[in-house]
């Protein structure tokens, strides 16, 4: 959006439109999910409820005269996916002994990037430092940013749905983000922002040391594989990464502007569901 309206206003205009947006009505803004699908302003607080499966990803039919989509051609240039770069890297950081704790300390009243300027809070990670699944977000939205925790605004709210909907509860896993400031207008984080913030995330990982990482999102995904690729082109798949299995899959602010997507996310938390042997849905009778 131009910079021609004050702050306050802008951030007006940007929750009608968004408002349309989420009723379905999608005249007004181009394509937004150009800063990764997610970023987001996350105005709503209401406390989150818990919900049944199928009122999470039930998703209205589509009608039958659709278009089929052509076959898409993957370009052969695309590169692999790759885990990241071995030798001396902010990826190969280990600390001996380890702990949340500790790294929250050394992260301290962080300075070392420019989010730190329009911080509120400073948005660590939260759950269980147990957990056999962590899901990764990109950072923190206007919710998390007053409330100091992830996934707490309107995307939090649906993630949180997707959780009790596999069988857990939001105590069961950890959530945190690649950065851990708000980035401006929710725009998506910067490189420098990521290569900055990256390595505590790393860290938080490997305290945790879950059996599934999920990545919600683009930016997510990209940062932790090392890749440039769309998400669409791995999405739902199983990938090494580090010993760790990883799985991208969309992030919940994006489907929140697409619901028809909520089918290929379920499709993928049930996979994940399975690798950690969480009862699967009974499949209907047809
Ligand atoms: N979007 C994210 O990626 N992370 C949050 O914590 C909230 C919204």
Redesign the pocket.
Known sequence: MPERFSPSLQQKIEDRLRYYEDLGIQLFYKDRSANGG???S?EATAPVAACSRSAVFEEPALPKSMPKAAPVKLAASLPPIVAPPAGPSLFEEKVADDTLPKIREDLGDCTRCKLHKGRNKL?FGDGNPKARLVFV?????AD?DMQGL??V?R??KLLTQMIVAMGLERRDVYIC?VVKCRPPQNRAPEPDEVETCSPYLLRQIDVIHPKVIVC??AVAAKTLLNTTRGISNFRGEWLDWRGYKLMATY?P?YLLRNPPAKADVWKDLQKVMAELGLALPKKSKS
């Open positions: 997610a970023a987001e996350e948005v977000g990109e950072g923190p939205g998390e992830p996934f605004g995307a939090g983000n919600l999102g992030h602010a």
